[in-house]
């Protein structure tokens, strides 16, 4: 009895808010009692009303009431405090929200500590234990409290469903097993959750294996980041030191140039003031010479004149030196020349370095793959514009239209028509190769392009951009540098490293061409409303590629 009167005490002196025994306990004007922070906390959320209200009895208050703490009230808790029994432990604690409270407590109910399967009632731990000490429950089934027991309950019978239907796929009870699921694959519910089990286990199972080859692949990708970002600084700072060098070579090559240029110009212009000298000395001998020439020529006396002339002829003597040839010298302009190909070469030299290195592959080598396109639209989204390399081209070939349109020449059709009538019965066009072109692109990332063609033959092509010489000494497809379609005569027929493989599908005069380099994947396609597969090639490119077209006689091929 005296344990039922603190149960009740505790109730009236615990805050309806925190459902807590009292703190700092108030009472506000309707005479309800409260923890203060309860109800400071309360009101706060209805500051913007202006209209403060009781969470019990809902009695509205204007203004806002001042808080007193009732002294009589804290004295009350602080002396049951002192007599009730040492608190519980926390999982026997009062319920709260959220929580699955005891169906068996009366007043303010305790936290369920099971749930039975088949009371379908939840117990505290001090309601529980007849499960523990009877042998009348010995066979229940205790599970972690639930509110979802009368799920548990047949709507149509209100029996306890303990049987699970295999046929259709759900739990009934006793008498549904009898009536409308008579005759079904029945089995317990216990040995049907069994089953599932052991199948959650190895779906569990799997999933724990993908998880770890996940995370191994989040390990991979870690490395592959650190190893990126370790050889972009190692690159780096190597291409500094390397254009450094280069730069401090070209600034002391440009001094030597400068000395040299210097040394010239020294040289020479000694050898001219020297010359100066020379002509100096003999202008002034022959100026001298001049006067005194014109001073015996002045004499007036016949005599005098005939005596002085011996020497006359004497002064008029003189020694003929070479003239001066200046002739045109460009003096240092060569050294401008090579210097100015020094540059060219230079600016080319490096040129080809940058294209090499936007030719690299820039994407992450360990990554997820990716979906294949399906539809002309989602192909598209990877079409690449491409001109034809007239330095690639036969010169039986003509390209038009921006070098896009390749088509063989008159003079090209009547040699080669009549030895064309006898031989592509028997062959392959590839005894065309001759009349082929490379595209001017390099390709070595996912690109699409169409070709359009009309005409007697055409072979589509992929070959790879350093083995040009290779492809032209044995033509398209017979190699393993190049991979080709030929179309002719409504046929198809691909060709790789001089292996024919005839193609069956639907003939169209416009080829698609998909490319996914990084996947090493190659596929042609005809084209016309719909895309049909002709061929696909899976293998490993190793080299960047570029597009070739082969053209034969009475026939055009154009790059869309």
Known sequence: MAQQGIQMDQERLCCSICLDLLKDPVTIPCGHNYCMNCIKSYWDEEDQKKVYSCPQCRQTFRPRPALVKNTMLADLVEE?????????????????????????????????????????????????????????????????????LQENICTRHNEVMKIFCRTDQQCICYICSMDEHKGHNTVSAAAEMTEKQKKLGVSQQKIHLR????????????????????????????SEKIFTDLINLIKNTSSYIERQIRFQQKCKLSQIKELQKTIELELTDLRQKDTELKQLSNIGDHIQFLHKYPSLTCLSKSTDSPSIDIRPVRHFEDVMVAVSEARDKLQDLLSDVWTKISLTETEVDVLLPQAEPTTRAEFLQYSCQMTLDPNTANTELLLSDGNRKATVTTDSIFKTLKMTLDLFSKVPPSYLHSLQVLSRESLNRRCYWEVEWSGVAVSVAVTYTNMRRAVYESGFGNNDTSWTLDCHNNTYNFRHNNISTSISGPWSSRVGVYLDHRAGILSFYSVSETMTLLHRVQTTFTQPLCAGLRVGYDSTAELK
């Open 211 to 238: 998880i770890q080859d996940r995370e191994e692949d989040m390990k991979k990708l870690q490395q592959e980041v650190e190893a990126i970002d370790c050889s972009a600084d190692k690159a780096v700072r190597d």
């Open 80 to 148: 049951l405090k002192k007599t009730e029994p040492q608190a519980a432990p926390a999982d026997h604690c009062y319920a709260g929200p959220g929580d699955v409270s005891c169906d068996f407590c009366s007043g303010r109910k305790m936290k369920a500590l099971k749930s039975c399967l088949q009371c379908l009632v939840s117990y505290c731990e001090q309601h529980l234990q007849p499960h523990y000490e009877s042998a009348a429950f010995e066979k229940h089934k205790l599970v972690d409290p639930s509110e979802k």
